[in-house]
C-alpha cells in the first residue's frame, strides 16, 4: 500500500468492511429465508420422491402380499413375474403416493392415499368370519354404505357392481380386505363408478392390495406455453403454429364437453373445486380427463362442504367453489355461487385467448371474439336469478366461435 495516500487506504478499508457486512447479511438474509420458505411450505419440500421411497413402498406391498394379507390382479405380476416394473416415484406426501411404473410395456401410474395396507381401517367382520359364505347383500350394503361416507352419493346394490365382484378361494379373506382399503380412497371409489359412463375420467387397469393403477397421460402444467404439451402426444408435427392452434381448439372444445358432462349427464351435478392444468390431462385425440380428483365433490357432499359458519363471503370460500355468506343467520348458502364453466374460462382459457403482456402465444381465427368471451364467462358473477342463463349463453357462445375457428382453420388448408 506504498505510494497511497493514507486517507485513501482508509476509504478502501471501509468499503472492504462495508462490502463484507453486505454480503454477510445477503447471505444470511437467504438462510432466514430459506428457513421460512421451509416452515411455511414444507409441502413444497415434502412432495419430492427419490427412488429410495419408490422402491420402499413396493418391496413393503409385495411382502404383505406374500404373507398373504392382500391381493389384486396386478400383484403377480408386480412381485412374481415381474411384468410390472417400477420407473420413478413421483410423489409423496401424507395425503398420496404416486409411482410411475411400466407394465407389460405399457406405462401406468400406482396410486395410494396411504403408504402401508395397515394403515387403513381394518374389517372386523373378517376376524368373525372364517368361511368365505359372505352374504352378498351384506357385502352390497356395506359397499353402498362406504361410497354415501365417501362421496355422499345414495346408491342402490345394482350400482356397486364396478366396486365389488364376487371373490372366492383361498384368499378370499385378502380379497375383501383388499377391497376395503380401496373402497377408503375417495378417487378410486369415483373412477370406479364412472369407469362405463366418462370419457372425461382416468381409466383403472388394476390393482394390487391398496394401490391402484390408472393410465398415464401427459398432464398440463401452469408453466407451460401452451398448458399442456403438445409435441409429446401428437408428436413434432405439432411445432407448426397452425397445428397448436387447430390442437388447442379441439381441446377447449373438450373442457367445454367435459362441462356439460359434468353438470348434467349424472344423477347430481358434479362440482371441481381445484381447477388448474396439472389436475387434467389430455388423450392422444385431444380429450380432456380429469386425472386429481381429490377435490371434485357431487352435489350432496358440496352441499355439505358449503354450508358452514360465516362472518363474510370470504369464509364460504373452499378452493375454487364459492358460496354466500348469509350475514343474518351467519351461514355459508349451501349453493355454490360459481361454476366449473366460471373457473375455467378463468384459469385455463384465459392462458390461450387472452394476451400477456408478451402478447398473445398464438393468434386465433376470431381472437379479439374469443378473448372478450372468454372474459365474460370468467366474470359471470355470484349466483342469481339469471346466472343459469348467462352461463348457457357463454357455453353456447363459446362452442359457437370454437367451431367457426375450426372451420376457418380447415378452410385455409
Known amino acids: 500500500m506504498r505510494g497511497i495516500p493514507r486517507w485513501r487506504r482508509l476509504r478502501l478499508a471501509g468499503w472492504r468492511r462495508c462490502t463484507l457486512a453486505f454480503l454477510a447479511a445477503w447471505a444470511a438474509g437467504w438462510v432466514v429465508l430459506s ?10 419440500f415434502s412432495e419430492r420422491c427419490t427412488d429410495e421411497d419408490g422402491h420402499r413402498i413396493l418391496a413393503r406391498l409385495c411382502l404383505d402380499y406374500s404373507s398373504g394379507a392382500l391381493t389384486g390382479d396386478l400383484c403377480e405380476d408386480l412381485c412374481v413375474a415381474q411384468k410390472l416394473v417400477y420407473k420413478h416415484c413421483l410423489y409423496y406426501d401424507r395425503g398420496k403416493k404416486v409411482i410411475q411404473a411400466d407394465w407389460r410395456g405399457q406405462p401406468i401410474i400406482l396410486k395410494s392415499k396411504k403408504e402401508i395396507f395397515s394403515s387403513y381401517q381394518h374389517l372386523s367382520m373378517l376376524d368373525e368370519i372364517e368361511t368365505p359364505d359372505i352374504p352378498e347383500t351384506e357385502i352390497l350394503l356395506m359397499v353402498a354404505l362406504e361410497v354415501k361416507n365417501v362421496l355422499g352419493l345414495e346408491l342402490s346394490n345394482n350400482s356397486t357392481g364396478p366396486l365389488w365382484t364376487k371373490r372366492k378361494g383361498p384368499h378370499w379373506k385378502a380379497q375383501v380386505a383388499s377391497m376395503w382399503s380401496l373402497l377408503q380412497q375417495e378417487e378410486y371409489v369415483f373412477f370406479s363408478l364412472l369407469q362405463d359412463f366418462s370419457k372425461h375420467v382416468l381409466r383403472i387397469i388394476g390393482s394390487c392390495g391398496h394401490f391402484y393403477a390408472v393410465e398415464y397421460l401427459t398432464a398440463g402444467h401452469a408453466w407451460h406455453g401452451t398448458v399442456f404439451p403438445l409435441e409429446n402426444i401428437v408428436g413434432p408435427s405439432l411445432a407448426g403454429r397452425r397445428s397448436r392452434v ?16 359434468f353438470d348434467n349427464d349424472f344423477s347430481h351435478r358434479l ?5 388448474k392444468p396439472e389436475n387434467f390431462a389430455i388423450r392422444h385425440d385431444l380429450t380432456v380427463v380429469a386425472i386429481d380428483v381429490d377435490m371434485a365433490f357431487f352435489e350432496p357432499k358440496m352441499r355439505d362442504i358449503l354450508e358452514q359458519n360465516c362472518t363474510g ?14 350475514l343474518k343467520i351467519r351461514r355459508c348458502g349451501a349453493q355454490r355461487a360459481n361454476n366449473n364453466l366460471q373457473v375455467i374460462c378463468d384459469k385455463i382459457f384465459r ?15 376470431l ?15 355470484h349466483v342469481d336469478a339469471t346466472v343459469h342463463q348467462r352461463t348457457l349463453k357463454s357455453l353456447t357462445e363459446l362452442y359457437h366461435l370454437l367451431r367457426v375457428s375450426q372451420r376457418e382453420l380447415q378452410r385455409e388448408e
Open 271 to 275: 362440482h371441481l373445486c381445484d381447477i
Open 367 to 381: 381472437q379479439p371474439q374469443l378473448q372478450k368471451a372468454v372474459q365474460e364467462c370468467a366474470e359471470l358473477g
Open 35 to 44: 428457513a421460512l420458505l421451509f416452515l411455511l411450505h414444507g409441502s413444497v
Open 351 to 365: 392462458r390461450w385467448f387472452s394476451p400477456s403482456l408478451r402478447g398473445p402465444l398464438v393468434s386465433f381465427p
Open 313 to 326: 363471503d370470504d369464509d364460504c370460500n373452499f378452493f375454487d367453489c364459492f358460496s354466500k355468506c348469509n
Open 246 to 261: 387447430r390442437a388447442i381448439i379441439d381441446i377447449a372444445l373438450s373442457f367445454l364437453d367435459m362441462v356439460q358432462h
